[in-house]
């Protein structure tokens, strides 16, 4: 069960990953999940990257 609404989810902890490089990803993916590979990771191991790597849970601003 995820500690975050979907929204959370959806607007903060995916535009999060989606943004990080790829060698970032990999270091992330490495360092919290090493028998993983990226492609690997679905959301129930993104929000524990988050958490563990302590995002600060911060919606990001919208251009206006």
């Given at each position: 069960m995820?500690k975050?609404?979907d929204?959370?989810?959806?607007d903060?902890?995916?535009?999060?990953?989606?943004?990080?490089?790829?060698?970032?990803?990999e270091e992330?993916?490495?360092k919290?999940?090493?028998?993983f590979?990226v492609?690997?990771?679905?959301?129930?191991?993104?929000e524990?990257?988050?958490?563990k790597?302590?995002i600060?849970?911060?919606?990001?601003?919208?251009?206006?």
């Amino acid at each position: 069960m995820s500690k975050y609404t979907d929204e959370q989810f959806e607007d903060i902890i995916m535009p999060w990953w989606d943004n990080l490089s790829i060698n970032k990803k990999e270091e992330l993916t490495i360092k919290y999940f090493p028998r993983f590979s990226v492609s690997m990771m679905d959301g129930n191991e993104i929000e524990e990257v988050f958490e563990k790597a302590k995002i600060p849970l911060i919606k990001p601003k919208q251009d206006e």
